[in-house]
């Protein structure tokens, strides 16, 4: 008899015992010591045996030497063992709980969920989820190369994969991480005191803060990468050229340096993007709008790719020209045409962006038109609730207009 079938029975007595709350609660903290079991040996130990394990095989013989397995795999041996002490605990607490002789005893069942969720189970898992899009990009640019195909072909053809693919297995762990708030629930729901109730739904609780604080710090890092890639794409025209009135000497040019505007979006949220259709000089041109936590930016894409993602249009080598200079969101206000106007005039979708320096006056207006008129009403609900947003933080705290961050726009 195996030990699970053992622990059945155990529990099937209880069931027959006069504590049908106690059998219930069992029946939860059994529910996440066996789910714990099959994230353990048939989803981290498969990642780390089959693929990990046979990759440094293969780098030990000069195989596939400049793949980087931690940007594919993170952190997956320390979730491992992370896993498997967990486990190790928590069967030592059942077997307490099942009041089966174990030598030494051990911790309570709230001493160890509170303390493996604070101190490992959350912060490892948050290491490996901050690396995980990051290693989905990797995989994909690995996965045209022969060598790296026959490798992952190899380890997925291997019978404890269970027809699982690398990418599949590579989820896993988020997926875990977002479970852990039902199970620990599921348990409180069948503790015998109102403490016992209150201190686990505190840890589920604990773990909902540690996916919340994991969603922004991946918003973070993913906005950190575009913004990056986006900043060496961007093409900042000298005054000459982007206004024909301004005629400088070619001689004097060099007394009028651009000043290096790399830096500008460097520390900058960014909120929305997209495709849209400018009205110039009686003609309709393609642009590139990004919106910033800041200031909005209206440029032309010197590649034109259509129906494409910013992140395709960045990989594949687009180079987006500013139009003109940034407008800062205090001193930008929209206007909507209605469906009358923009059918006599011809321009269906479309709103108008007037740019305004600080007496108030309109130094640019810009007519913008959406391929729809749902997508013309997100821009600017984008907009408006970007400009509501940065007013309020001026309000509380206004920006320093000497520093290198304060919009030359705004203080025309």
């Known amino acids: ?137 990797y995989l994909d640019s690995l996965k045209p190369r022969e060598d790296f195909g026959s490798y992952v072909k190899w380890c997925e053809r291997n019978e404890q994969c269970r027809r699982l693919q690398l990418r599949d297995l590579l989820v896993a762990p988020l997926q875990r991480l977002t479970r852990y708030p039902l199970l620990l629930r599921n348990i409180a729901k069948r503790c015998q005191t109102e403490e016992e109730t209150r201190k686990l739904q505190v840890i589920a609780e604990q773990v909902d803060t540690s996916i919340c604080d994991l969603e922004g710090k991946v918003k973070w890092l993913d906005n950190y990468q575009k913004v990056k890639k986006l900043r060496d794409a961007l093409v900042w025209l000298p005054v000459w050229e982007r206004d024909k009135r301004a005629f400088v000497p070619e001689n004097l040019k060099h007394l009028l340096k651009a000043v290096t505007l790399e830096n500008l979006i460097s520390h900058r949220s960014l909120l929305h993007e997209g495709k849209m259709v400018l009205t110039e000089n009686a003609k309709l041109i393609d642009v590139y709008l990004f919106l910033f936590d800041e200031f909005l930016l209206i440029t032309k894409i010197k590649r034109n790719k259509k129906n494409l993602e910013l992140d395709q249009l960045l990989k594949e080598g687009c180079t987006f020209t500013v139009l003109d200079q940034p407008m800062s969101l205090d001193r930008l206000q929209l206007r909507n045409i209605d469906q009358l106007n923009a059918s006599t005039s011809g321009l269906p979708h479309s709103f108008i962006i007037m740019h305004q320096n600080r007496y108030q006056q309109c130094i640019g207006a810009f007519i913008v038109q959406a391929p729809s008129e749902s997508v013309k009403r997100v821009w600017m609900s984008k907009i408006e609730g970007a400009v509501t947003a940065l007013l309020k933080l001026d309000s509380q705290q206004p920006r320093v207009k000497s520093s290198s961050l304060w919009l030359e726009s705004s203080q025309i």
């Open 1 to 137: 008899m195996s030990f699970s079938v053992f622990l059945r029975d155990q529990s099937s007595q209880l069931k027959d015992s006069s504590d049908p709350q106690g059998f219930k609660r069992q029946e939860a903290i059994w529910e996440l010591f066996t789910s714990e079991c099959v994230y353990f040996l048939d989803q981290l130990m498969v990642l780390k045996e089959v693929f990990l394990a046979t990759l440094t095989n293969l780098q030990m013989r000069n195989w596939l030497a400049d793949v980087d397995s931690w940007r594919l795999f993170a952190n997956l041996n320390e979730l491992c063992l992370v896993s498997f002490g967990f486990l190790n605990n928590l069967l030592r607490v059942i077997k307490d709980t099942l009041e089966i002789p174990v030598q030494g005893g051990g911790p309570t069942l709230l001493d160890l969920l509170c303390r493996a969720f604070r101190e490992s189970i959350c912060h490892c898992l948050q290491k490996y989820c901050l690396n995980y899009s990051t290693a989905l990009v």
